[in-house]
């Protein structure tokens, strides 16, 4: 394997929810690939990747001041590398850069945004297109769709999945007594982890909830891990789950360290993933991997992901769904089902597989 001497990583959103997720597992990849390799952000939250960074305060990551500001940090580069579809209408195209885009929510659902947002997005994901030297996405859901969008990509696009971090997952220890009460959690309970744009469907998954049996609800409520704000007050959650009498079986924890996570999704009965759109759909992975049975929607890309190692429902039909929760919550040959035999979803979706495969094709494609 040959070597790249100039390597950008675009690392900007190393803290956002998904994104970051990504560039923190595929990050450590690339770097022992390339030692030299420096980073774009912010010193503060990304020294402990031990590598050159160059500053960029802004915390915006679709402003208009950065197609400005970025291509001129990035000049001196040999490859730049962005795992998002943010890449600066400025940079120059006799560059090798190379993009990942993990899906076209905004162009498959341009209801969802404002016309300014929605055509901002559009010409956002166009250049990205049109500048990549080569892109990859995450499933070929997520490449169908952005051909279908862009019919140009079609010859430069590679589906590379995602993978999950089995070890930290699998090794992470049950939740004790005094964690549910630091946590204000109760010690049984299904698990929703995710954020409260729409197409998230929690409003969907509490409609689903309300309509459990009420031993069922008093015996596993519900816990949502995420930014607590943003679930209060965000898209009118708070007073959906007064509507539904749910104020005592819905449990918020609000941003919680990647060690209590682990544990947390360690000690569910269930995973619940309502999700209406995804490009790849990670966090049942991680259910898995602690070995938690889930419940997910039924759309292409999770049955293209996870085959037969989770149990589907229309997420969009509150009954169809909650009655799949039930079967998840009492069905223990179901729930066994779906966890035997996990360990090939795990040899398929890894990290260091999902880097190497990427740098392969960087090497080839550099100009």
């Not at 679930?231 to 509507?243: A, N, R, S, W, Y």
């Amino acid at each position: 394997m040959g070597f790249i001497e100039k390597i950008i990583f675009d690392a900007r959103m190393v803290r956002a929810s998904g994104i970051g997720v990504y560039v923190s597992n595929v990050l450590p990849f690339f770097k022992n690939y390339n030692t030299k390799m420096k980073l774009i952000g912010r010193h503060e939250k990304l020294n402990h990747f031990n590598l050159d960074v160059v500053q960029y305060e802004r915390e915006a990551v679709y402003d208009l001041v950065q197609h400005i500001l970025l291509p001129r940090l990035l000049n001196k580069a040999d490859m730049i590398f962005f795992p998002h579809f943010n890449v600066p209408f400025f940079l120059p195209l006799n560059r090798n850069i190379f993009v990942t885009i993990h899906d076209v929510f905004h162009l498959d659902n341009p209801d969802l945004f404002s016309k300014v947002k929605y055509w901002y997005a559009k010409l956002l994901y166009w250049n990205a297109v049109k500048k990549a030297t080569h892109i990859f996405t995450v499933s070929e859901f997520s490449k169908e769709r952005l051909i279908y969008h862009f019919p140009q990509a079609k010859g430069k696009i590679t589906t590379v999945y995602n993978g999950v971090n089995v070890s930290a997952f699998q090794s992470a220890t049950p939740l004790e007594s005094s964690d549910f009460e630091r946590l204000s959690i109760p010690d049984k309970y299904l698990l929703f982890v995710g954020n409260v744009k729409p197409h998230k469907n929690l409003k969907g998954l509490l409609e689903a909830y309300a309509l459990l049996p009420e031993a069922i609800k008093a015996t596993y409520p519900l816990v949502i891990v995420g930014k607590k704000d943003g679930f209060l007050t965000g898209d009118d959650i708070l007073p959906v789950i007064e509507k539904l009498g749910l104020m005592s079986n819905i449990h918020f924890t609000g941003y919680v360290a990647d060690e209590d996570l682990y544990r947390i999704y360690k000690s569910a009965h269930l995973f619940v993933f309502p999700s209406l759109y995804e490009g790849f759909g990670l966090p049942p992975m991680e259910a898995l991997a602690s070995g938690v049975p889930a419940v997910v929607s039924d759309i292409p890309v999770l049955r293209e992901v996870y085959g037969d190692h989770v149990l589907y429902a229309d997420a969009a039909n509150p009954t169809v769904f909650a009655e799949a929760i039930l079967k998840g919550i009492s069905e223990e040959a179901l729930r066994t089902a779906c966890l035997n035999g996990k360990e090939q979803l795990f040899d398929k979706y890894n990290w260091e597989i999902t880097a190497q495969k990427m740098i392969a094709i960087i090497e080839r494609e550099s100009k």
